[in-house]
């Protein structure tokens, strides 16, 4: 493989910037009256930053159904992970473990050292899970105790947001 600034690529594939669902009409009608109801409770309680919250998630889901997620480039390499132009040193890794059940879940979990989003998930894509696997091991360790995906994961693939 190749080298970069970080050592040599081991694996290397590439994503989407985030998954974006195929919605039907009847999720974005549910969608709605959810939203309206929400905004509604939120002015009747006078809650106002809850109805800017409200209005602020509505504009943004619109908003990504409108952009095409751009690709990302995911490198193991010596040294680390580079996700995008992001790089995890192994030394911020804790461990690693892989959760693959095609064709829904084909991802990667790193928990990283630190307090604001300790676990990061990285969709494997086409890539081989053993490959990644074998590449990874040579680094960190494997969490063997983890057989689902994380809870959020879950239900961001089950709300399609």
């Not at 990504?64 to 680390?80: A, S």
């Amino acid at each position: 493989m190749e080298n970069n600034d970080h050592g040599k690529v081991l694996i290397s594939w590439k994503i989407k910037e985030y998954q974006q669902y195929e919605r039907k009409r009847g999720w974005y009608i549910t969608a709605g009256i959810i939203g309206f109801g929400l905004l509604a409770y939120a002015v009747w309680t006078f809650n106002f930053l809850f109805a800017f919250i409200i209005i602020l998630f509505g504009i943004i889901i619109y908003l990504q159904t409108k952009k095409k997620p751009e690709d990302v480039t995911v490198n193991v390499t010596e040294d680390g992970l580079e996700i995008g132009d992001t790089f995890f040193p192994y030394s911020t890794i804790e461990k690693f473990w892989i959760i693959f059940e095609p064709p829904e879940v084909k991802n990667l979990y790193l928990n990283i050292n630190r307090v604001l989003r300790p676990e990061i998930s990285i969709d494997l894509g086409k890539a081989n899970p053993i490959k990644v696997r074998d590449a990874l091991l040579t680094y960190l360790e494997e969490d063997l105790e983890q057989e689902d995906e994380s809870g959020p994961d879950y239900l961001s693939r089950q709300m399609k947001f």
